[in-house]
């Protein structure tokens, strides 16, 4: 169980158009995701959580304009990046969180297996 | 401030030999801490986690990793290492709540020679 899926694993896409990425809880609930940002040989950086039913909450410096996030549902989050530039090429992870009733005790985080954005 | 430093960007051993990986934290409150290990193009798999009691955590692969409270330190060890574990190990920092926000260190990548 906990598998989070996320899609499509690669895209290209052409300079000014708007890409969206999936993250599905498979098999659980996740009330809140999580966007990560990967630069070649550089560590995951926080984008934004995802809270299902509300706004998304964006870490300092990310564009909340460019990339929007939807958490419709407690399983599906959604990052669209919108009129991408070669810049936004990246490695994209989302996480989610396991829910536990008491709400006290930290899960770990299940992760995506990650979208390559290449934008030409 | 909060923070987790991978002080070894790059490391080669040889196959069958011992492996640890150093990882230190910066963190206000009790740190719930975790060893990830990513394979090129992929995701990241939970290769162990702290969140209390025992301080030695045993994770899966044959790893394991030390939480030390005095040193602020988490350190990832395997003693015989194979050529499948080569892959880029990253160490994370938490706390507790359903939000489960994670700050990571810069990764050490493994290399392992024949």
């Known amino acids: 169980g906990a598998v989070v899926s996320q899609h499509p694993s690669r895209v290209i896409c052409k300079s000014g158009t708007s890409v969206k990425i999936e993250c599905r809880s498979l098999d659980f609930q996740a009330t809140t995701m999580f966007w990560y940002r990967q630069f070649p040989k550089q560590s995951l950086m926080l984008m934004a959580t995802?809270?299902?039913?509300?706004?998304?909450?964006?870490e300092q410096g990310v564009e909340k304009d460019k990339f929007l996030i939807n958490h419709a549902s407690l399983t599906l989050s959604t990052l669209t990046v919108t009129s991408a530039h070669p810049e936004d090429s990246s490695f994209y992870i989302c996480?989610?969180?396991?829910?536990?009733?008491?709400?006290?005790?930290?899960?770990?985080?299940?992760f995506g297996q990650g979208t390559r954005l290449t934008v030409v | 401030a909060q923070s987790v430093t991978q002080p070894d960007i790059h490391i080669t051993v040889s196959e069958g030999a011992s492996l640890e990986l150093r990882c230190n934290y910066s963190y206000g409150a009790t740190p719930y801490l975790f060893w990830y290990v990513q394979s090129p193009g992929q995701g990241l798999q939970l290769l162990l986690k702290?969140?209390?009691?025992?301080?030695l955590v045993q994770g899966i692969k044959g790893f394991e990793a030390e939480f030390k409270r005095s040193q602020s330190s988490f350190n990832l060890r395997k003693p015989s290492v194979h050529w499948s574990d080569a892959a880029e190990y990253f160490c994370a920092v938490g706390g507790s709540g359903a939000t489960n926000k994670l700050i990571f260190g810069t990764g050490t990548l493994l290399a392992v020679q024949p």
């Open positions: 702290y969140f209390s009691g025992d301080t």
């Open positions: 995802s809270n299902e039913g509300s706004k998304a909450t964006y």
């Open positions: 996480s989610a969180a396991r829910d536990r009733a008491n709400y006290k005790v930290n899960t770990e985080a299940f």
